[in-house]
């Protein structure tokens, strides 16, 4: 049995049969791989990801606040109504 090329085993290459390229830091170096990341990036995709993201943080740190500020008990009664009385301990 043939050893296997270096380039085909590893952490790098599993992630690249996953569908995860690397970008080239294992051979072309750093520069070359933010080139290459930003030639295939998609754009809208990214910016699309970054909102959700933003939206998502905004909102769980708004209830926080929230919950912080009107104390667990009444913002449970707020939004799921009055526990039924063996749910309320």
């Not at 449970?76 to 309320?88: C, E, H, M, N, T």
Request: hydrophobic fraction near 50%; charge should be negative; include cysteine.
């Amino acid at each position: 049995m043939p050893f296997p090329d270096l380039n085909d085993v590893g952490i790098l290459a599993g992630f690249e049969r996953w569908g995860c390229p690397y970008h080239g830091l294992a051979t072309g170096g750093i520069i070359a791989g933010n080139e290459k990341l930003l030639a295939e990036i998609v754009w809208p995709h990214f910016w699309a990801i970054q909102i959700l993201v933003f939206a998502l943080i905004v909102a769980y740190s708004t209830i926080h606040e929230l919950v912080r500020y009107i104390g667990r008990d009444r913002a449970v009664k707020i939004f799921f109504g009055p526990l039924p009385r063996g749910l309320a301990d």
